[in-house]
């Protein structure tokens, strides 16, 4: 689970880390808790990915953009310097897809904003790159198992 030196039979069980780590801010927000909260403990036992990852990039790409639609694989693969056929074929050694990335970050955006926000659900769809409103509700039911308006009402509660 650790990607360090292990000793094992030891008097006590310890982690250490460079203090620097100590100084670091803070790149989570309230949903992403809620999100590991949500999976825990399971997630506790998997190794996650680096933030370094091309998945972990594109991600936070993905979520500092305005707009989702605007920002295509090409754009990305620049971005990354590297082409658009390598970006591909690092993103399937990592266990996922560019549409799959992008699904991910749709789909987290638009429960934070249903969640936090009292925007429309026809714009939260604009907003996330929907040609209409009927296939962000299909697309959030798939998702979720709840249309975007009985969400909003879960959790308001």
Not at 81 to 103: A, M
Not at 104 to 117: E, G, N, T
Not at 132 to 153: C, I, Q, V
Request: net charge positive; glycine share 4%.
């Amino acid at each position: 689970m650790f990607p360090c030196r292990h000793y094992f039979q030891q008097r006590e069980t310890c982690l250490v880390f460079n203090t620097r780590y100590l100084g670091m801010p803070l790149v989570r927000d309230a949903q992403q808790l809620s999100d590991f909260l949500a999976r825990a403990p399971e997630c506790l036992l998997a190794q996650y990915k680096s933030d370094n990852s091309f998945t972990g990039r594109i991600r936070r790409m993905l979520q500092s953009h305005n707009s989702i639609e605007n920002l295509s694989l090409d754009d990305v693969a620049e971005r990354l310097f590297t082409s658009p056929q390598t970006l591909r074929r690092r993103l399937k050694d990592e266990g996922n897809s560019w549409q799959d990335i992008k699904d991910s970050v749709r789909r987290d955006m638009a429960m934070y904003q249903l969640k936090q926000q009292e925007t429309a659900v026809a714009e939260i769809a604009e907003r996330l790159g929907f040609s209409e409103p009927s296939a962000f509700n299909r697309a959030f039911k798939k998702w979720t198992g709840l249309a975007p308006g009985a969400y909003r009402e879960k959790h308001r509660s």
